[in-house]
């Protein structure tokens, strides 16, 4: 069945069984289903990226998607160089990457150029663009890999739902799928690029959405906050010596939102890195985002949200629990 011209789709309501949810993903991104390009991984990859931007719904917008999509395949192709298909498909390049090239040459963006270096405005304009060149064929492609299991979508009012079964499942094996998705993205651009460009093609595929400056959070946590204070040892911070701090890892989350952003001197934030601090600072997050109306900043927040991210951080392998010395 060709689902790319199916305008609406609607998840089976059905009871799913875990094997069911890991079948709906192995068989997805397996060589058993058709790549004419590597678009399906890109648009999984969006999904797992906006994992914590759904509404209450569970609903995320095509401009959210969209936007993680087109930086993506931004760096891997103008940054990185890599081939999104095989050379005898769809002519030379792929309506993706003509759209990427035309926009380098309209705004004469230099070689090598990364996402994030482009302006707003740009990054804007860009983002419709893919949006509305690939919006037809990947949504309805992912819907019908996944066995109509995984999301509803409605491509003229642009969003798409996910089932809250998959939801649970997906938030719970994270990183599982996630390296499931690389892994068979790799495999696929090692068969359509030269050996060259596909040097370190893991780490290419990881940093091609990559955490933005937080800078600017800083001083909404500063004097909306009131945060003047390290987060985890209570020092008092000054100019040199304060860090915009994921509370649940990047890595893990992978989304930049407000009600995660804690303000910690420089030894926290090194000491603690990549790991998750003690339970007791989730609560005093909790209490912080309570009492600041946080809802003014980020209209997706929960504290149910927030204390399922740290949960599933810790489910997914986040174990060592870091406390100030
Ligand atoms: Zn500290």
């Not at 996630?178 to 460009?197: H, M």
Request: contains cysteine.
């Amino acid at each position: 069945m060709n689902y790319s011209v199916y305008d609406k789709g609607q998840y089976r309501t059905t009871h799913l069984t875990e094997d069911t949810m890991w079948g709906a993903f192995s068989m997805a991104l397996s060589g058993r289903s058709r790549h004419v390009a590597s678009y399906k991984f890109g648009f999984l990859k969006s999904i797992l990226d906006n994992l914590y931007e759904v509404d209450e719904n569970l609903t995320l917008s095509f401009d959210q998607l969209f936007g993680k999509f087109a930086e993506i395949y931004w760096n891997l192709i103008l940054k990185y160089h890599l081939r999104q298909s095989p050379d005898n498909v769809e002519g030379n390049t792929t309506y993706l990457e003509q759209t990427l090239l035309e926009a380098k040459s309209k705004y004469m963006i230099p070689e090598d150029t990364p996402y994030e270096s482009l302006t707003y405005q740009m990054a804007l304009d860009i983002n419709s663009k893919v949006k509305s060149r690939c919006k037809n064929n990947v949504v309805g492609a992912l819907f019908g890999d996944t066995q109509e299991l995984f999301y509803s979508f409605d491509k003229k009012s642009e969003w798409l739902r996910i089932n809250p079964q998959m939801y649970t499942f997906v938030c719970k094996h994270k990183l599982v799928i996630e390296k499931l998705n690389y892994f068979e993205w790799a495999k696929y651009l090692e068969k359509v690029n030269s050996s060259r460009s596909s040097d370190h093609l893991l780490t290419k595929i990881d940093e091609s959405t990559l955490r933005s400056n937080l800078n600017r959070y800083r001083k909404i946590l500063e004097d909306e906050f009131e945060s003047h204070n390290c987060f985890y040892c209570g020092r008092k911070l000054n100019a040199q010596n304060t860090h915009v701090d994921h509370f649940v890892p990047w890595s893990f989350i992978k989304s930049d939102d407000i009600w995660n952003f804690v303000l910690s001197c420089n030894t926290c934030n090194i000491k603690k890195n990549d790991k998750l601090a003690e339970r007791y600072y989730l609560k005093e997050l909790l209490n912080r985002n309570s009492k600041y109306d946080i809802l003014r900043f980020a209209s997706n927040y929960s504290p149910k949200k927030l204390e399922d991210a740290y949960d599933w951080a810790k489910s997914n392998g986040y174990s060592t629990v870091w406390r100030p010395a």
